[in-house]
T-cell receptor, first 111, second 113 residues
Framework: SQQGEEDPQALSIQEGENATMNCSYK?????LQWYRQNSGRGLVHLIL?????REKHSGRLRVTLDTSKKSSSLLITASRAADTASYFC???????????FGQGTRLTINP | KAGVTQTPRYLIKTRGQQVTLSCSPI?????VSWYQQTPGQGLQFLFE???????NKGNFPGRFSGRQFSNSRSEMNVSTLELGDSALYLC????????????FGPGTRLLVL
């Protein structure tokens, strides 16, 4: 089964609103990474948060990590139409370099 | 720096054929990983190479293989293609074996007829 599970599977909001996506995982990790994918194209890296970090910011993005709950969240503030995409969390497992991806959240920003 | 490049971008093959996909990592990156993305299974790890050695392998049949060259460029090969191999194949590169951001290429979309 997938290491990462994302919630919700789909999210539709109005432009200007904030969007929050959640990711839960099962085993210990080295880090957790968030990616964006537009229409089946390549993945664009957004943020990497290490297991000893609790929060990171990048522009309008805020990522939190709670290792006790094995969960992470991605907050996009002041959403724009260009934020419409699928968002994936990926965990780098301890002892392995590979990334294990969740199924993703499909975010739609309505103008 | 140029990003990760993958060739070809699109490919159509028939069942039973074989295919080779190519990936050029970001300059200076020595780790290359391959992923398969399908609507049903999502993104799944295929294998990872570092310094020309396969370091990790996902749960795929032996028809899927790869290699890495001394310049860190990587190829993956799929033999005896099946309809279910139709997918987007993504390559990612990173500086180190662990703990670093993986940067993805645009992918190769393979259609098996």
């Amino acid at each position: 089964s997938q290491q990462g599970e994302e919630d919700p599977q789909a999210l539709s909001i109005q432009e200007g609103e904030n969007a929050t996506m959640n990711c839960s995982y099962k085993t210990s990790i080295n880090n957790l990474q968030w990616y964006r994918q537009n229409s089946g194209r390549g993945l664009v890296h957004l943020i990497l948060i290490r297991s000893n970090e609790r929060e990171k910011h990048s522009g309008r993005l805020r990522v939190t990590l709670d290792t006790s709950k094995k969960s992470s969240s991605l907050l996009i503030t002041a959403s724009r139409a260009a934020d419409t995409a699928s968002y994936f969390c990926a965990t780098e497992l301890q002892g392995a370099q590979k990334l294990v991806f969740g199924q993703g959240t499909r975010l739609t920003i309505n103008p | 720096k140029a990003g990760v490049t993958q060739t070809p971008r699109y490919l159509i093959k028939t069942r039973g054929q074989q295919v080779t996909l190519s990936c050029s990592p970001i300059s200076g990156h020595r780790s290359v990983s391959w992923y398969q993305q399908t609507p049903g299974q999502g993104l799944q790890f295929l294998f990872e190479y570092f310094s020309e050695t396969q370091r990790n392998k996902g749960n795929f049949p032996g028809r899927f293989s790869g290699r890495q060259f001394s310049n860190s460029r990587s190829e993956m090969n799929v033999s005896t293609l099946e309809l279910g191999d139709s997918a987007l194949y993504l390559c990612a590169s990173s500086l180190a074996l662990r703990g670093e951001t993986q940067y993805f290429g645009p992918g190769t979309r393979l259609l098996v007829l």
